[in-house]
């Protein structure tokens, strides 16, 4: 039992590791190449925490090449172009300026309901109203729309308008006061404990989220039972 705890145990936080390395990426944006080393490590990993006969090394060696060479072949790819659209693929215009691009869609694979369920999922119900619609390399849809079909901005509209866009700073999370992005904001424990008290609580621990934005807008949740 002890055994199989710490293979299944050191066996997933490599994985976790390496695949932390590769990169952040969704099931959904992963490059081919990326999806299929996931599919690898995930049966590579299985087998050693189940068969006990199979010593560890045997296992994380594989684990440690794939992972290896994943990184190998991204750091190629940075430098080399070709080897770049060889390995990941390119974009292909599936829209031009409203029309079909009837090749692009056999050659990729994309069936007409594919086509619309994706342009549905950005809100767009009429292919004439899009500029270009791109198939990106991760399979994703990226849609242009004409500028008359876009929303009006209020540059657009020449309306005046300010800038209301700021970042906020999570200060307390879930009742753990997180003492650095309190120091990154420029304030202390003695301004946190006046905001405590304003809202009726006595302790971050009483405290689901705080944060504050860089103008200075403070928004504070209590826990629910500490109510």
């Given at each position: ?8 145990a ?6 976790i590791v390496?695949l ?6 969704q ?5 081919p190449i990326?999806?299929?080393?996931t599919m690898?490590?995930?049966d ?5 925490m189940?068969?006990?006969g ?5 296992g994380?060696i594989?684990?440690?090449t ?8 991204s750091?190629?790819s ?7 659209t060889l390995i ?5 215009i ?6 079909l691009q009837?090749?692009?869609?056999r050659h990729?694979?994309?069936?007409l309901d ?12 009429d292919i004439s ?5 791109i198939?990106?390399t991760?399979?994703q849809l ?10 009006a901005?209020p540059y657009?509209?020449?309306l005046?308008y300010e800038d209301?866009v ?6 307390i ?5 997180l003492r ?5 904001t420029g304030?202390d424990e003695a301004?946190?404990?006046a ?7 006595d302790a971050p621990s ?5 944060s504050?934005d860089?103008r200075g807008?403070?928004?504070c ?7």
């Open positions: 039992m002890i055994t199989a705890f710490f293979r299944t050191i066996l997933y936080l490599l994985l390496g932390r390395l590769t990169g952040k990426r099931i959904g944006e992963l490059e990326e999806l299929v080393l690898l490590l995930s590579l990993a299985s087998v050693p189940q068969d006990f199979i010593p560890l090394v045997n994380v594989p684990i440690v794939l992972l290896a060479m994943s990184m190998l072949l750091c190629v940075l430098r080399n172009v070709r080897f770049r990941c693929g390119k974009p292909a599936i829209i031009r300026n409203g029309k009837q090749d692009a869609m990729n694979r994309l069936t594919e086509l619309f369920e994706e342009l549905r999922t950005q809100g767009v119900t109203d899009v500029k270009y619609a198939l990106e991760g399979g990226s849609v242009l729309l004409r500028t008359v079909a876009q929303p901005t657009q509209l020449g005046t209301d700021f970042l906020p700073t999570v200060i999370n879930d009742g753990r006061l650095g992005n309190l120091r990154q304030h301004w946190l404990q905001q405590l008290s304003e809202n009726g609580v009483q405290v689901f989220l705080l504050i860089e807008k403070i928004i949740i209590v826990k629910d039972r500490a109510k």
